[in-house]
């Protein structure tokens, strides 16, 4: 009787085994999905990102590019704003606008 306990006590391990088995592949299977889908959310969001990073880039390439011909812009507004500080813009000033000539200048008008 005692072998028939174990073999009884036995039989009942493995069914128990079985029965956990069959509820632990249940929750894999889950677990799995669950995985599965994360891994999917991921790669999507992943490649949305990398696109994103690659437009901020090209952004921030014009972006220098807009700073370097502001800065030659800025340089330009300098060396302008040096040149009418002079005698020589002054004097081209007067010529064009006003029609004004150095007292020693000969002016020379085509004939008619």
């Known amino acids: ?18 029965l956990t088995l069959r509820r632990h592949k249940g ?7 669950v995985v599965a889908m994360l ?19 090209r952004q921030e390439a014009e972006l ?3 700073i370097e011909k502001e800065k030659e812009r800025s340089e330009e507004v300098a060396a302008y704003e040096e040149y009418v500080k002079t005698d020589d813009y002054i004097r081209d ?3 064009d606008k006003l029609n004004l000539t150095d ?10």
């Open 1 to 18: 009787m005692s072998e028939s306990r174990r073999t009884d006590a036995a039989g009942k391990k493995q069914e128990s085994r079985k």
């Open 27 to 33: 929750s894999v299977a889950v677990v799995s999905a």
């Open 39 to 57: 891994v999917v959310v991921l790669t999507v969001s992943s490649v949305g990102l990398y696109r994103k990073n690659q437009m901020y880039k």
């Open 64 to 66: 220098l590019q807009q």
């Open 93 to 95: 000033v007067a010529e």
């Open 103 to 112: 007292p020693n200048e000969i002016i020379f008008k085509p004939a008619e």
